[in-house]
T-cell receptor, first 110, second 114 residues
């Protein structure tokens, strides 16, 4: 079956540091890939997505590229801010639902 | 933007009682709604998929008689945890699809069974 693996953290960085959160997946066919973010006290929000190989999703300075050859969808940001502190979920999607990774807790210190 | 309201946000109940969680799409019609469960420090687990007017499709290992799902309209789905026990304590999240690729999530319900 489908599965998603991501680093759990917590990941602690200083403000303006470069961020990478790794995500790899196991799946047959060509699923869509997503990054969701959960800010403290709020529900999940879609951060970005990619629907086919080599697609790059981007939003709010975050980027992730759908790499079929390495079955990866790593999340990157060039300069993080304190407001980026949250839990980030990598997910694999098909028409019948989503498979989530365990979530990565990101802490950004001033 | 599309909003999904989930209620209640937290609930504490005694063992053996039933708890109902509501998930409403406020400004769009949800063709499909999904229910997830999140264990502490673990991933979200899809419990079931429901389409308006039809029976929910449950994932393997999820007890359909314990987790009753009703999708009575295009804007409302409910999850009832029947005869709740402490092991049912968890964070439950719903999401709704409006027919395109986007999913919109509720804010979640923290259930604590004493």
């Amino acid at each position: 079956g489908d599965s998603v693996t991501q680093m759990e953290g917590p990941v602690t960085l200083s403000e303006e540091a470069f961020l990478t959160i790794n995500c790899t997946y196991t799946a047959t066919g060509y699923p869509s890939l997503f990054w969701y973010v959960q800010y403290p006290g709020e529900g999940l929000q879609l951060l970005l997505k990619a629907t086919k190989a080599d697609d790059k999703g981007s939003n709010k300075g975050f980027e992730a590229t759908y790499r079929k050859e390495t079955t990866s969808f790593h999340l990157e940001k060039g300069s993080v801010q304190v407001s980026d502190s949250a839990v980030y979920f990598c997910a694999l999607g098909r028409a019948d639902g989503l498979t989530f990774g365990k979530g990565t807790h990101l802490i950004i210190q001033p | 933007g599309a909003v999904v309201s989930q209620h209640p946000s937290w609930v504490i109940c005694k063992s053996g009682t039933s708890v109902k969680i509501e998930c409403r799409s406020l400004d769009f019609q949800a063709t499909t709604m999904f229910w997830y469960r999140q264990f502490p420090k673990k991933s979200l687990m899809l419990m079931a998929t429901s389409n308006e007017g039809s029976k929910a499709t449950y994932e393997q290992g999820v007890e359909k008689d314990k987790f009753l799902i009703n999708h009575a309209s295009l804007t409302l789905s409910t999850l009832t945890v029947t005869s709740a026990h402490p092991e049912d304590s968890s964070f439950y999240i719903c999401s709704a699809s409006r027919g395109d690729e986007k999913l919109f999530f509720g804010s979640g319900t923290q259930l604590s069974v004493l």
